[in-house]
């Protein structure tokens, strides 16, 4: 395995990245550390890293959030330093947007399409951003547009996600958990989708659907409280984290 160069051990560690699945990134991350011992000033392992490592805020895979945080913003700021392409480019948009820097995250993501107006990952990332400014129509025509450009890609199950979190966001709580319900069975091993889908059962007033769910993610993270929920969310608007989290506080959830 020493034969790999740095490009190598990135590009076999972009599966683990884009699983967003507990041990795909910690096994992605070893290798991406290989090939920044390598080559520290590689762009795409760069990338790579600092969106894992705020995966592992946002998906709760670590006891130590702010180590994370911060080690992933250190590397997002190395890397776009470099000059990256468009899917360089597409994966810092991920990790600067998760680590709340909406308008970096919107310029490099903005850069991407224009160099590739075909990258899914940079639409969808796009229609992340809008979620989180709280803009759902766009997100959703965006999402949309990663969709049918890539309708296989390992990352549509998280436009689909995206697309339940934008109804959501617009009250349309039945519809948005199909949409997350979708994205599940495509991707059945990202159990943290429950954090959103649950609160839409609950604000749809389908409370048989909302303790399934509830069931499906206490199985997956048993300890797992209302709090850690709040630490971890992806920078939802305000109002709307507020409303997941009432949500999950009274489909039981511990405080």
Partial sequence: ANCLNAHDLAR????????????GNACALEML????????DHPLAIALAAWAHVQRVVYHFTHAPLQERARSLELAHRARALCGDATVLAVLGNALSLLNEFDT????????LAMDG?????????????VYKGDPQSAIERFKIALDLAPHDPLAFNSMVGIGCALFTSGQYAEGAQ??????????????????MCPAYVLAG?????????????????????????????????????????ALHEAGLPA
């Fill in 12 to 23: 076999r560690a972009m599966p683990g990245v884009l699983s967003l699945e507990a041990g």
């Fill in 33 to 40: 550390d290989r090939a920044m011992d390598q080559d520290p």
């Fill in 105 to 112: 995250a919107d310029l490099v993501t903005r850069r991407a």
């Fill in 118 to 130: 075909g990258s899914a990952w940079a639409w969808s990332r796009s229609g992340w951003i809008d």
């Fill in 179 to 196: 949409w997350q319900e979708r994205a599940l069975a495509e991707h059945p091993s990202a159990s943290w989708v429950h954090r959103t």
């Fill in 206 to 246: 389908q409370g048989p659907q909302a303790r399934r769910s509830l069931g499906a993610l206490r199985q997956q993270y048993p300890d797992l409280t209302v709090s850690e929920v709040e630490r971890g969310m992806p920078p939802l608007p305000p109002s709307q984290c507020d409303l997941v989290v009432g």
